[in-house]
C-alpha cells in the first residue's frame, strides 16, 4: 500500500496523464484495438439474430471471451506504462497464466452488472463504478482481487469519484457519436467503426485507473 511519502503517479487530472501515458505500450494496445474491433465485425457478418438460439449464444460467448482477452493485453500494458516504459515481452507471458482466472472473474462481475441493469439499470451502472480496480487486480496477480479493488477506492476515494464522474460524461458523449455513427454507417464497417472508437476510450479509461491503482498499489 502507498505511503504519504510515496509520490504521485499523475499531477492535477489523471485523465490527462493517463491520455499520455497510454501510447507508452503502443506497439501493444494498436494492434489489440483494431485487432478485437476486426473480430467483433466479422462476428457481425454471420448475420446470427439477437434471440435466445444456440447460434447467439456461441456467437456471444465467442465475442466475450475476445474482449476479455483483449482487456488481459491492455491492462497489463496500462499497468506497465502507468510506472514507466512497456516491456511487451512481460505483457505476453501475462496473457495465458491469468487468463482464466480473469475470464471467470470477468463472467461473475457481468453477471451481477446485467442483475444490476435488469432491475432498474442504475444498479448495474453503480457496480460498474464501484467496481474499476477489480479485474485490473486480477491482471496485476492480487490474491484478492474485490479486497483490492475496495482499498484502492477507499486510498483514492476523491480521485475515483471525480474520474467516474468525468468518465461517465465522456460516455454519454461518445454513446451520442455511436448512435450518429450507426445510423449513417450500419453493418459490419459500422460495427468496426464503433469498436474501433470504443477500443481506444477503453485503453484509455484503463490507463487512468491504472495509474491511481499504482499510486495504491506498487508492483
Do not use: C, H
Not at 510515496?6 to 492535477?12: D, F, Q, S
Not at 491520455?19 to 476486426?38: E, S
Not at 450500419?186 to 499504482?214: C, D, E, H, K, Q
Request: hydrophobic letters at 65%; zero cysteines.
Amino acid at each position: 500500500m502507498s505511503t504519504a511519502t510515496e509520490p504521485r503517479l499523475y499531477r492535477v487530472s489523471v485523465l490527462a496523464t493517463g491520455f499520455v501515458r497510454m501510447w507508452r505500450g503502443w506497439k501493444v494496445i494498436l494492434p489489440v484495438i483494431v485487432v478485437n474491433a476486426l473480430l467483433q465485425a466479422l462476428l457481425i457478418l454471420l448475420g446470427v439474430l439477437p434471440y435466445l438460439t444456440i447460434a447467439f449464444v456461441l456467437v456471444a460467448v465467442i465475442s466475450f471471451m475476445i474482449l476479455v482477452k483483449a482487456y488481459n493485453f491492455v491492462a497489463a500494458a496500462m499497468l506497465e506504462a502507468a510506472v514507466g516504459p512497456v516491456n511487451v515481452r512481460a505483457v505476453y507471458d501475462n496473457l495465458w497464466s491469468r487468463y482464466w482466472v480473469l475470464l471467470a472473474w470477468s463472467v461473475g462481475l457481468g453477471i451481477v452488472v446485467l442483475i444490476g441493469l435488469s432491475l432498474y439499470v442504475v444498479p448495474g451502472f453503480v457496480v460498474l463504478a464501484l467496481t474499476p480496480y477489480l479485474l485490473m487486480a486480477v491482471v496485476d496477480g492480487q490474491r484478492n482481487p474485490l479486497v483490492v479493488n475496495f482499498r484502492t477506492i477507499g486510498a483514492r476515494w476523491g480521485r475515483w469519484l471525480i474520474t467516474v464522474i468525468l468518465m461517465g460524461v465522456v460516455l454519454l458523449i461518445a454513446w451520442l457519436f455511436a448512435a450518429l455513427d450507426g445510423f449513417f454507417i450500419t453493418g459490419a464497417p459500422g460495427s468496426f467503426l464503433g469498436w474501433l472508437v470504443l477500443g481506444f476510450i477503453a485503453t484509455w479509461f484503463l490507463s487512468a485507473w491504472a495509474l491511481i491503482y499504482r499510486s495504491v498499489n506498487p508492483r
